[in-house]
């Protein structure tokens, strides 16, 4: 998989979750959030012992609750669109503080936020603890179609360097007096945008021909064998069964 690509999510540490292999921790964060979502909605202490559950990985893993919270904020647009629903919804309706609220609208709303947030909280501790290379060894360790795993591999290792063609493409407007004021800027953006285009796509080609050129025949070598014992494997899927234990008593209670 070549070099490792640190991202602004990931936090370098020695715990216990850091050192556990990528794809057993790929796997629990996947079997939680299934089981999150299975959970029936109106088990509402069920997601408050997620959130303890969680709260433990954290712990373990140090990431700090400034961290974990700060990068929450991406599910914003998604606390947009449930704060909306019990608006827009049908049903029985019932009056709080003078607003005409569908029940119906507020349990759709309680289920996206709730679910919502403890998955994009998952996957945060997920990202904190583990390096975006050691991602790609864990998807490519769990039989994920090779194809998939290339695409995702020069998305990570490509979206910098056009972020950073972009940067160098702005600069250059600005350092010739160049700033987008309105409408009659937008064609000089355009034409940025296309120029962008055309060099990301001849970068790609230049790359494809290079890799060709060694050998390359539709498949990456592998580098680093990660295995993982079964005591690592026990580690990392305390957290779903664990989760698991609490989904079934929310539906039997």
């Excluded at 991602?135 to 490509?158: D, H, W």
């Excluded at 937008?186 to 945008?193: D, E, F, Q, R, Y």
């Excluded at 498949?219 to 990392?236: F, K, L, N, Y």
Aim: with cysteine.
């Amino acid at each position: 998989m070549g070099a490792g690509h640190a991202h602004r999510l990931y936090r370098h540490g020695h715990s216990p979750v850091h050192a556990l292999p990528p794809h057993t921790k790929l796997a629990a964060t996947f079997l939680f959030v299934v089981v999150v979502v299975s959970t029936p909605r109106e088990a509402m202490w069920a997601f408050a012992a997620y959130a303890v559950l969680l709260a433990v990985v954290a712990y373990r893993a140090r990431v700090p609750a400034g961290f974990l919270l700060g990068r929450l904020l991406i599910e914003v647009p998604f606390v947009a669109f449930a704060v909306l629903m019990p608006f827009v919804a049908e049903g029985e309706r019932v009056h709080v503080l003078g607003l005409s609220l569908s029940v119906n609208g507020l349990w759709g709303a309680w289920n996206v936020l709730a679910k919502g947030t403890l998955g994009v909280a998952a996957s945060v501790l997920l990202a904190s603890t583990t390096e975006l290379r050691e991602l790609l060894l864990g998807l490519q360790r769990l039989k994920l179609p090779p194809l998939l795993v290339q695409i995702a591999s020069f998305m990570i290792r490509y979206g910098d360097v056009i972020t950073d063609e972009m940067r160098r493409m702005r600069i250059a407007r600005e350092s010739r007096g160049f700033e987008a004021r309105g409408v009659r800027h937008w064609g000089v953006l355009a034409k940025s945008a296309g120029a962008l285009f055309i060099r990301s796509y001849e970068r790609g080609e230049r790359v494809h021909l290079a890799m060709v050129s060694r050998g390359y025949a539709g498949a990456m070598p592998v580098i680093d064998e990660v295995t993982a014992s079964g005591a690592q494997w026990r580690h990392a899927l305390a957290l779903p069964c664990a989760a698991l234990v609490v989904c079934l008593l929310g539906w039997l209670l």
